[in-house]
């Protein structure tokens, strides 16, 4: 071979052996650079059990309930997670006749979870663990118990936090992202089921952003076990960050079929922040009322989609002041998309009290920029409630709303309907035989104890419900209809 033929064979031979270096070396820079999106099967959750333990408590609340004579557990009706436990009680009152005790006025007990958010003493929990309570204790992972106040409490997202005084530091627990948290992801739940102490379960994100009837709701679901006593427990992701806080089940029995809530971190740590600062929430409040885009209401107002939110109401306040019109379509607020009612009514609460924002509504078939200054939910709630409370009511006591004629329970119901003493909601008189409540199985004699997951005890307790949906664009209302002591949830068209 001559010189030129082996020159010519070295080169190919060196061309080759650089082709494949280069491309090992892409392969490994790609690797590299890819960004690891799941995490395998962890081998064991011991160390992160180990890890956040500490910071997770048991809550024992005490509460006076009213004589009574009736037989079934006593407790207020209705509440999520509803953990009184009969047979505790009966052991605490220390007869061998338990019965004996029911005509008279007596302690009962709730158990619930939370967890530590400083180490000065904050505490996180549900509000329906505490609601109502007149003592409450924290049970550490150590066996300190230590005494609680209550900081602030939220209904509408159901958090509360709790505060304890200790001589040492306390172990605590972040919040972690919720946002980024997606479905198969690893998390645990730690918490006291059913009274029997600290508790870990594990599983996946099952679902995002479920809805169940807040106003403000966005839950994670999850098959990690949650059964009662789990109620403000933290759901954990595989870095010990609290990333939901767990509050309902979907069940049939009342145990876990592997369908659990837990409200959504970034949801739980804006209401938390306010309840520290101030003891209670302070929400943005636009002012007005807001419906769904339709592909029919699209296609009648020249809409390319059905993104937004259409104002069907404008009553005084924030919005009417700065010129909004019923009619308008709400696309943009505060230079975020708005691609439904309830995202609107999220943006619009989580925004600060007096806060100029830039709102974009298509109006006429273009759009319009208007400069509103919010206002505060709280206080429009409540000068509504005092207006309402001011007018006289001319109206006899029985009412009718959603196809059902209904009156508050009076000791005469009580009696008649075979009721304790301390039974509450709204007694339905009658149903309209044209009505979706009837199609559904509501008839005279059922309590109405709870709509839109919170109690009703008072005609005006169920209008407010009704119009928190309406003005949330919701179309449907929940309600937990109890009769002869068996509850079923059912929701009404709000239409």
């Known amino acids: 071979m001559n010189i030129q033929a082996k020159t010519q064979?070295?080169?190919?031979?060196?061309?080759?052996?650089?082709?494949?270096?280069?491309?090992?070396?892409?392969?490994?820079?790609?690797?590299?650079?890819?960004?690891?999106?799941?995490?395998?099967?962890?081998?064991?959750?011991?160390?992160?059990?180990?890890?956040?333990?500490?910071?997770?408590?048991?809550?024992?609340?005490?509460?006076?309930?009213?004589?009574?004579?009736?037989?079934?557990?006593?407790?207020?009706?209705?509440?999520?997670?509803?953990?009184?436990?009969?047979?505790?009680?009966?052991?605490?009152?220390?007869?061998?006749?338990?019965?004996?005790?029911?005509?008279?006025?007596?302690?009962?007990?709730?158990?619930?979870?939370?967890?530590?958010?400083?180490?000065?003493?904050?505490?996180?929990?549900?509000?329906?663990?505490?609601?109502?309570?007149?003592?409450?204790?924290?049970?550490?992972?150590?066996?300190?118990?230590l005494p609680a106040v209550v900081v602030g409490t939220d209904p509408k997202t159901d958090i509360a936090v709790l505060k304890v005084e200790s001589d040492v530091p306390l172990t605590f627990v972040p919040f972690g992202d919720s946002d980024v948290m997606r479905v198969g992801d690893w998390v645990m739940a730690v918490g006291n089921p059913l009274g029997q102490g600290f508790s870990v379960s594990a599983g996946i994100v099952s679902a995002r952003n479920r809805e169940l009837s807040g106003t403000y709701d966005d839950f994670l679901q999850t098959d990690a076990a949650i059964n009662r006593g789990n109620s403000g427990g933290p759901l954990f992701n595989m870095d010990a960050q609290v990333i939901g806080v767990n509050t309902a089940i979907l069940s049939p029995t009342g145990g876990s079929i592997g369908i659990g809530f837990s409200m959504a971190s970034n949801v739980v740590s804006r209401v938390v922040d306010q309840l520290k600062e101030f003891g209670e929430t302070r929400r943005g409040w636009l002012g007005v009322r807001i419906q769904d885009v339709t592909d029919d209401v699209a296609e009648a107002m020249g809409l390319e989609t059905t993104a937004g939110a259409l104002i069907t109401d404008v009553p005084d306040g924030p919005a009417k002041e700065a010129g909004i019109e019923a009619g308008d379509v709400i696309?943009?607020?505060?230079?975020?998309?708005?691609?439904?009612?309830?995202?609107?009514?999220?943006?619009?609460g989580y925004s600060p009290v007096g806060k100029a924002v830039r709102v974009v509504v298509h109006r006429d078939g273009g759009t319009q920029t208007i400069l509103v200054t919010l206002g505060r939910r709280e206080d429009a709630e409540a000068a509504s409630a005092a207006v309402a409370d001011a007018e006289e009511d001319s109206k006899s006591a029985e009412q009718e709303m959603l196809g059902l004629s209904v009156m508050e329970m009076t000791d005469e119901l009580r009696e008649q309907l075979g009721l304790g003493a301390s039974a509450t909601g709204l007694v339905v008189m009658a149903v309209d035989e044209d009505s979706q409540a009837f199609e559904k199985g509501l008839r005279a004699g059922d309590v109405i104890t709870e709509a839109g997951q919170q109690k009703v005890v008072t005609i005006k307790d169920m209008q407010a419900r009704i119009s928190n949906a309406q003005d949330a664009g919701r179309k449907s209302l929940l309600l937990l209809v109890r009769r002869d002591g068996e509850p079923r949830f059912v929701a009404l068209g709000l239409g």
């Not at 953990?83 to 009680?89: A, E, G, K, S, T």
């Not at 052991?91 to 967890?115: C, E, T």
């Not at 696309?331 to 619009?348: A, M």
């Open 9 to 145: 064979t070295a080169t190919q031979t060196g061309a080759v052996q650089g082709f494949w270096v280069l491309v090992v070396a892409l392969a490994m820079l790609i690797a590299q650079s890819l960004p690891t999106y799941a995490r395998g099967v962890p081998e064991s959750f011991a160390d992160l059990a180990e890890q956040v333990s500490p910071a997770v408590v048991n809550i024992t609340t005490s509460t006076t309930i009213a004589a009574s004579t009736d037989q079934g557990p006593v407790g207020p009706d209705g509440e999520p997670f509803q953990d009184f436990f009969q047979d505790f009680l009966d052991r605490r009152d220390g007869s061998p006749n338990p019965n004996q005790n029911r005509n008279r006025p007596r302690r009962s007990q709730a158990l619930g979870s939370g967890f530590v958010i400083s180490e000065d003493g904050y505490i996180v929990t549900n509000n329906h663990v505490i609601e109502g309570s007149d003592e409450i204790l924290i049970e550490f992972f150590s066996g300190v118990e």
């Open 331 to 348: 696309l943009s607020f505060d230079g975020f998309d708005v691609t439904d009612t309830r995202e609107l009514v999220r943006i619009v």
